[in-house]
């Protein structure tokens, strides 16, 4: 892991080639062939996704603005510090520890994800960072900080850092309190691979990053740390990214997005994810997080729409529900009626949840992202059964 850090660094420093990160033993797809001049000058990594299409998309992200990423996040943060990595390096929060570190204090401590992330392997990676010598910082999922919440050994970890970012998927309100309760800095991130990461902390922009909602309510981002396009994919670059008049790069999200009063930014959901409930509109994201804060025993929520042939689609839920502690009383699985009653008059009656399914955990697409149409095709057959 450690031996790729002096490729980044030439690659960052401008003397060497761009990196195109991918896991491990898989069946790594060949990037697209282009002329090299037009590629940008300081091309320094391509990163892919599959994104909610599943269709590759190649990130081009320059030197420069990976520079603007790490100088905004320490410039927020308490400065260069020691990170400990506990995410894929092949995606870009995994990426971005790899970075930060480069430009930073020193290498990052590597957890070992062998066998798959777990609270003991964290605990033991966490036992040997440096705490002290300099700002200890950590990135996270949120089904990551939701497991190490559960286990005193890693919570008791987690508090000693300075911060511990989490992004890649919204952290609800309940997760970020539980968070804040057991002493852990939490810096709940926004932002995606096309603007190097997280680029909006607890709401607000890094220094330099702009945000702006366009007419259609998607959220535009803004600034050094957008990425040049897709590589060898005009026509989705010019469908997201363009340049203005003064030379700032934009990149237009296909999140739903809103600007309070104090210049706060909240993600209301995506505009893929929109159900059409009898010719109303309903965000998942709300309901998600009704469900999770106010329906007891709810650790998490993902919220789809699934064919209805009265409404269109039906409002659908799929809930993990909260451990049960040992030698604890058991509580009452919730169920659709207590769900409708518990949150009638706090949503919308459009949005009250029509069918409601408990899982054990929630398939994946990629780092902290639930797999939507997944669980939309398991709640569709649970809706069948009636």
């Given at each position: 892991?450690?031996?790729?850090?002096?490729?980044?660094?030439?690659?960052?420093?401008?003397?060497?080639?761009?990196?195109?990160?991918?896991?491990?033993?898989?069946?790594?797809?060949?990037?697209?062939?282009?002329?090299?001049?037009?590629?940008?000058?300081?091309?320094?990594?391509?990163?892919?996704?599959?994104?909610?299409?599943?269709?590759?998309?190649?990130?081009?992200?320059?030197?420069?603005?990976?520079?603007?990423?790490?100088?905004?996040?320490?410039?927020?943060?308490?400065?260069?510090?020691?990170?400990?990595?506990?995410?894929?390096?092949?995606?870009?929060?995994?990426?971005?520890?790899?970075?930060?570190?480069?430009?930073?204090?020193?290498?990052?401590?590597?957890?070992?994800?062998?066998?798959?992330?777990?609270?003991?392997?964290?605990?033991?990676?966490?036992?040997?960072?440096?705490?002290?010598?300099?700002?200890?910082?950590?990135?996270?999922?949120?089904?990551?900080?939701?497991?190490?919440?559960?286990?005193?050994?890693?919570?008791?970890?987690?508090?000693?850092?300075?911060?511990?970012?989490?992004?890649?998927?919204?952290?609800?309100?309940?997760?970020?309190?539980?968070?804040?309760?057991?002493?852990?800095?939490?810096?709940?991130?926004?932002?995606?691979?096309?603007?190097?990461?997280?680029?909006?902390?607890?709401?607000?922009?890094?220094?330099?990053?702009?945000?702006?909602?366009?007419?259609?309510?998607?959220?535009?981002?803004?600034?050094?740390?957008?990425?040049?396009?897709?590589?060898?994919?005009?026509?989705?670059?010019?469908?997201h990214f363009h340049t203005d008049a003064d030379g700032v790069r934009w990149f237009r999200t296909d999140d739903l997005g809103q600007?309070?009063?104090?210049?706060?930014?909240?993600?209301?959901?995506?505009?893929?994810?929109?159900?059409?409930?009898?010719?109303?509109?309903?965000?998942?994201?709300?309901v998600e997080d009704a469900l999770v804060r106010y329906l007891p025993g709810v650790r998490d929520a993902v919220v789809v729409g699934?064919?209805?042939?009265?409404?269109?689609?039906?409002?659908?839920?799929?809930?993990?529900?909260?451990?049960?502690?040992?030698?604890?009383?058991?509580?009452?699985?919730?169920?659709?009626?207590?769900?409708?009653?518990?949150?009638?008059?706090?949503?919308?009656?459009?949005?009250?949840?029509?069918?409601?399914?408990?899982?054990?955990?929630?398939?994946?697409?990629?780092?902290?992202?639930?797999?939507?149409?997944?669980?939309?095709?398991?709640?569709?057959?649970?809706?069948?059964?009636?």
């Open positions: 892991m450690l031996e790729v850090l002096p490729r980044l660094r030439a690659a960052l420093d401008g003397t060497g080639p761009a990196l195109a990160p991918y896991a491990a033993g898989s069946i790594h797809a060949p990037l697209p062939d282009v002329d090299p001049a037009g590629l940008p000058a300081d091309l320094a990594l391509v990163v892919s996704t599959s994104g909610s299409t599943g269709l590759p998309k190649h990130t081009m992200l320059s030197a420069a603005a990976l520079h603007a990423s790490v100088h905004g996040t320490h410039e927020v943060l308490a400065g260069p510090g020691r990170w400990l990595l506990a995410l894929p390096p092949y995606h870009v929060a995994g990426i971005q520890v790899l970075v930060r570190s480069v430009l930073g204090a020193g290498p990052p401590v590597v957890m070992d994800l062998t066998h798959g992330f777990t609270a003991r392997g964290f605990v033991q990676a966490a036992q040997s960072m440096p705490f002290g010598d300099h700002p200890a910082y950590l990135s996270l999922v949120p089904t990551q900080l939701t497991r190490l919440l559960g286990h005193p050994g890693a919570t008791a970890a987690l508090a000693r850092f300075d911060a511990v970012l989490c992004g890649g998927a919204a952290t609800s309100p309940g997760l970020s309190d539980r968070a804040l309760a057991e002493g852990v800095p939490l810096v709940a991130t926004y932002g995606m691979t096309e603007t190097c990461g997280g680029c909006v902390y607890d709401g607000s922009p890094l220094p330099d990053v702009q945000v702006h909602i366009d007419n259609d309510r998607h959220v535009v981002l803004g600034g050094p740390t957008v990425a040049h396009g897709y590589l060898a994919d005009p026509a989705r670059t010019a469908d600007i309070d009063d104090d210049g706060q930014l909240h993600i209301t959901g995506r505009a893929d994810d929109l159900i059409n409930t009898g010719g109303v509109k309903v965000a998942p994201g709300p699934i064919p209805s042939a009265r409404w269109g689609q039906a409002v659908a839920a799929a809930i993990v529900l909260e451990s049960i502690s040992p030698g604890g009383s058991d509580r009452p699985t919730p169920t659709l009626q207590d769900a409708r009653a518990m949150l009638r008059g706090l949503l919308p009656d459009a949005a009250l949840p029509q069918i409601l399914h408990v899982v054990h955990a929630f398939p994946m697409r990629g780092p902290g992202k639930p797999d939507r149409a997944a669980l939309a095709a398991l709640l569709a057959e649970v809706a069948a059964r009636g």
